[in-house]
Structure formats: structure tokens, C-alpha cells
């Protein structure tokens, strides 16, 4: 990896020096456009309104307008902010974690010591994981001020940028005004369908099927050298699928939807018992050998 910010953490007297790294990557189909009668590819060219002249990227400058005036504000205009310049990640307040509602969470990245010795970086590590506070911390990043929460994961320090609150659009909608009654009945049925499905949740266990499905789509194009039929390659969609649901009665759905997690969970069962009779057994797992 490597580091898109050098910079420190502050709080009090504390300075922590680190390197900012970006803990997310894209795993998307990297795709263009291309022109549907040749296949010759789309790009896109930066002109200047004025000349009509192609301009390189470097002689790019950024401009503001409201709607009669226009301010133009140079790479050196941006640079000279204050903010831009600060190399600080600042300690705001020390809260508790369970008051950063996700809803904030934009994108993260991890922290690595800068510095010959870690102590410092391990103190503030410590300090959160024994007084189970987040850090709300500012720092300056790409000409943005940005608001950020500061926690621990496996012994790493992550940095979760926030979205400030004025850019969390409320959720007001009049079909909610007036709640549909529940009943005692369903709320029970809904609670049996929910321990059904109870697990602890693992990301590994998950794959993103349209990347899945794309990539084998590429991969069978140029198997066969110029096209190939989708549907043959994926099979035919189920009938209706997606479209015009018909609305069912709500306890019948329960009902259905824990008959049918039971009736997995006996085969599951049973398949499970069958195995172990023919395999060895799985070593236990931590939270096991705990119990």
C-alpha cells in the first residue's frame, strides 16, 4: 500500500506522527464505452469553451460562479488555505462508540506509526480500547476539511471519515405518520423467523453475484472469440422474476418463512450427522474452546 498522507495525531500535548493509508479498494469490472457500430472507444477530452482548445490537466484551475460573476481559484489559491496546509488530525472530544451512528460512516483508512518508536501510537491505541471511546477527530484531506471518527481494529488505528450533519437528508415520509397495527401474534412469528436465521455474521461468506456473473460473461466473450448469448450463458431468468409482486397476508408469510427455515435447518441437520460419520471432526473454534 501506499500512503496518500503524512501527517499527526494531537491530543493534549500528545503527538502521534502517522502515515495514512486507504483501507478499501474497488473490485469491480474495470469497463469503458466503446461506439456500438465499431467498437472504437469513447473518450473524453477537457475543452476550453473559449478557444476550443484541448487543455492537459495540469492547466486546469478550479472557478466558482453565482450565476452572474465568476471567481477563478488557482492550484497555489487552494494550497495557501490553512487548512490545506495543516498537517494535523486534530482530538476534538473523546466519545462514547455507540453514539457514532453509521449512518455518518463515509470512507476509511488505517493509520501506521511514523515514527521510529511506537509508544505514543500504542498509548492512544490502548487509551480507546480500555475506555471504549471513539475519538471525533478534524484534519484537512484533498482541499476538504473532513470530520473523522478514530477507533481501534485488531490492534490497527482506523480513521472513518464522517459526513457532516447537515448532509444527512431526513427521513420524512407521510406513509409512516400513521403505523400499521401489529399484532401480538405476528410480532412472535416474526421473532421465531429471526432466531431461524441467527448466525454470526462472517464477510468472507459473501461475494458480490453481479461481479461474479460479469466476469464469467467477459471470460466466455473471449473463450468464444467475438459474442456469446447471454442466456445461454447464465440460463433464462425465472418468469416474472422482480416484476409486479403480488402482496401477500404478512402473518402467512411468517408462518411460511419459519416452516421453511425449520425444514432447512432439520436437513441441514441431517446432513451435518451424515458427514460427521464419514469425515473427521472440524477442530473447535475459539469462541468453542471458550465455552
Known sequence: MRAIWKGAVTFGLVNVPVKLYSATEDHDVPLHQVHDADGGRIRYKRVCEIDGEVVPYEHIDRAYDDGERTVVLTKKDLADLPAERDREISVVEFVPSEQIDPIMLDRTYYLE????????????????????????VKFALRQRTRLAALRVRDEVLVLQTLLWADEIREAAFPSLDEPAKVSEKELTMSAQLVSSFEADFTPEDYEDEYQVQLRKLVEAKLESGESVDTAATFGEAAEGDGEGAEVVD??????????????????????TSTSKTTSKPKSRSKSQKAG
Open 250 to 271: 404478512l402473518m402467512e408469510a411468517l408462518k411460511r418463512s419459519v416452516a421453511e427455515s425449520k425444514s432447512k435447518s432439520k436437513s441441514g441437520s441431517r446432513s
Open 113 to 136: 506509526p511514523d515514527s521510529k518508536s511506537t509508544k505514543a501510537y500504542v498509548l492512544l491505541r490502548r487509551t480507546l480500547e480500555e475506555t471504549d471511546r471513539t475519538a471525533v
